[in-house]
């Protein structure tokens, strides 16, 4: 796989290079190599945004995303503590997708209400 540089890593996520370079500041990136002080993102560090912006997605804090990164530095040790970390962000992720379903299901409801008047 080719090396990218950040602008090509920003335009692949649909994020902004402060954004990235955010996140390597804060340690959610391990360090990016970097060819005379040009970042040059490999297939790892890829990976690693897309579970970053996984999992905020679906609401994870940064500090929250953080901590299972750290501890998934850890190896294996940490495998049943991850699991649950992960299990307890998608059941939470489906409540607000009920949520949602029901707040749009009501919102139908008004809009055909709107339009009955007119």
Known sequence: MK???????AQQFNIST???RYYEREGL???VKRVNGIREFEATDLDRIDFILCVK??????GQIKHF???YQQGDATV???LAILQDQLVQSEE???QLKQSMKHLKIKIEDVKALM
């Open 3 to 9: 090396k990218l540089k950040i602008d090509a890593v």
């Open 18 to 20: 402060t954004t990235i």
């Open 29 to 31: 990136l391990g360090p």
């Open 57 to 62: 997605a679906c609401g994870m804090t940064l």
């Open 69 to 71: 990164l750290a501890i």
């Open 80 to 82: 049943a503590e991850r």
């Open 96 to 98: 607000k997708v009920k």
